[in-house]
């Protein structure tokens, strides 16, 4: 007998909708591998109608004092917490990630991620006002930019939603986010929430695939395009961009390199390392995916890893010992899969390279060494429970690996000698450098990369900036 498949709606001008055609998608449980609800496939006339809320509720939200934005956001967070057990129900249907870990590693931070921004939104500061020629008086304004148009991944679709929202809305923007076509759920549930908060029109939801993505992108109303996904999605978001000259921020892939001197406690390490490079099936752009070995050291370190590969778990969402959960689709457990069965012949896999159970898209905790720096491996982001180990024989070596990628994004350093890791932490060219840590983030500090990886800040006063535009007033004092 089948189950009726739940039915998800697009929250645009205030109320929930179906597409205007009726087009949808079925939307699939990763861990059962079964559909579980129906999304709307958006087309031309629901960006349209989305853009047009949002257009026409802007110039109140950009005139709301920050105080009125800030009181907001803190009803929002405070809703949030509320109905921290729905977020979760809906996340793990989502992602079938652990329920546990959902409820203990996402929604506080994303709580306090809202409230950071409800406190930026009372930050929005110039430069002193001065004369800086004779007989005129300059001063700074900064100022929303407009309609945002905001494209969410599937690894992180309830937090990067509020990385998303919670500055753009905090600047006095208003907003039509798209989450992926594979996990819309907790979106969808967000806009229920922030519904009842903000006026209509502020925060708009549309579902739907790629090429709903690029009519938001396209579209002649937004005045910024924001993506966080892969380097060939970011790319093709700057090109669109680029033909009416939107601003354009992106937070894309990763492959981080993980140094490990032989000064550095193994046994923590490995510890740190495995959990920053298994947590959420690795399916993270600063996973701590790429480690790079001190020879004298690397043989011990390959082994203990290899045991701690073997005593992490992955399985069903309401399991309690398992560190992990499914793979997000078919087609990422595929990709996985393929890195592993192109390995060259000099590659080794010391733990995992398989898939997991019938029921699912599992992967097990895998570890490859014996790689080379030019290693398909090494140099492309895998985006799954993969950790490759690679030997090197001093600093300057290691930084060559460390950079000898397209990647720029998260880094670590592990090591006892300070002088070495000021050094190290000098010349990674990553946005995010940690030391003898890896993966930890804040909502104070900013988020995002250089080359490949993207351009522009999450998180942080930088990625609220991001979201305003600068405006210089002159006026004359001979009136």
Known sequence: MSTELRRLRNYIDGEFRDAADGRTTEVVNPATGEAYATAPLSGQTDVDAAMAAAAAAFPAWRDATPAERQKALLKIADAFEERAEDLIAAEVENTGKPIGLTRSEEIPPMVDQIRFFAGAARMLEGRSAGEYMDGLTSFVRREPVGVCAQVAPWNYPMMMAVWKFAPAIAAGNTVVLKPSDTTPASTVLIADIIGSVLPKGVFNVICGDRD???????????????????????????????????????ELGGKAPVVVFEDTDIAKAVEDISVAGFFNAGQDCTAATRVLVQESIHDEFVAALAKAASETRTGQPDDEDVLYGPLNNPNQLKQVSGFIERLPAHAKVVAGGHQVGEKGYFYAPTVVAGLLQDDEIIQNEVFGPVITVQSFTDEQQALEYANGVEYALASSVWTKDHARAMRLSKALDFGCVWINTHIPLVAEMPHGGFKKSGYGKDLSAYGFDDYTRVKHVMTSLDV
């Open 212 to 250: 709903t993505g690029r009519m938001m992108v396209e579209h002649p109303t937004p005045a910024m395009a924001s993506i966080t996904g892969s380097v060939r999605a970011g790319m093709s978001v700057a090109e669109s961009a680029s033909k009416d000259l939107k601003r354009v921020h992106l």
